[in-house]
């Protein structure tokens, strides 16, 4: 029998039979991996708990047949535990969506995990700044991904008198005129620049004024727009919230 051990947070879960689920998981080393939990729907099974949408487990997994098959897990951090808060699920749903399309299959990447707990841990935490911190995800997580947006002059001829935000960088008014781009206050400017270029252990705890956070989510919201074919379902909800 073919088994190993992963840590990995379930990204996305549907059900299959009767009891059973596919998984979706996001693993150290290994990337995305798609993953069978049988049984797993009943309430005493004993991988009801970490096969829940936001379980972050070690797991044992056998993959020595055509499919993979969770055998194991064991909790590390219980995100959203008995949370019946549903703007904090939606965005956390939201997270876990934007991470699903920007990530592909066998595509190891530990940095762009360790965002997406941090980023979970700081809507766990904060029930205040849920929209901010998915904002600041985004942002980050389309860098990562190979989107980094040019913030030093304008992406069209140069000029540093930037006051507009295009998901490619800044631009100027004059180039803003030929495509879309919404306005930034020079705080804002700033605000993405910290994002991009801080540690990701910080940068969840950046603090911005009211009209940093509105501007930030609709350079946020542009990116995605830009960068994703399809509207993610879990948008609409998290665009409503204040």
């Not at 749903?93 to 980023?119: C, I, P, S």
Request: net charge neutral; charged share 25%; aromatic share 10%.
């Amino acid at each position: 029998m073919s088994q190993k051990k992963v840590r990995g947070i379930v990204i996305e879960a549907k059900k299959h039979g009767e009891n059973d689920k596919w998984l979706t998981l996001l693993c150290k080393d290994a990337g995305i991996i798609s993953a069978k939990a049988r049984g797993c729907r009943k309430s005493n099974n004993k991988l009801f708990a970490c096969t829940s949408l936001f379980a972050y487990c070690d797991f044992i997994i056998d993959d020595h047949l055509k499919f993979t098959q969770i055998l194991s897990g064991d909790i590390l951090y219980p995100f959203f535990v008995n949370c019946n808060d549903i703007e904090k699920l939606s965005a956390g749903n939201f997270l876990l969506e934007v991470t699903n399309r920007l990530l592909k299959h066998g595509q190891e990447d530990n940095e762009f995990m360790y965002l997406l707990l941090k980023a979970l841990q700081a809507i766990d935490k904060d029930t205040q700044l849920l929209k901010n911190s998915a904002a600041v995800f985004v942002l980050r997580a389309l860098t990562i991904s190979g989107f980094m947006p040019y913030l030093d002059s304008c992406i069209g001829c140069g000029s540093q008198q930037t006051r507009m935000f295009h998901p490619e960088g800044m631009v100027c008014g004059n180039c803003a005129q030929k495509v879309r781009a919404v306005s930034v206050s020079p705080e804002t400017h700033q605000a993405l620049i910290n994002i991009i270029e801080s540690d990701i252990n910080n940068i969840f705890k950046l603090e911005f004024d009211r009209q940093t956070q509105s501007e930030l989510w609709q350079c946020a919201s542009l990116m995605l727009k830009h960068y994703i074919d399809t509207p993610l379902r879990t948008y609409e909800m998290l665009d409503f919230m204040k």
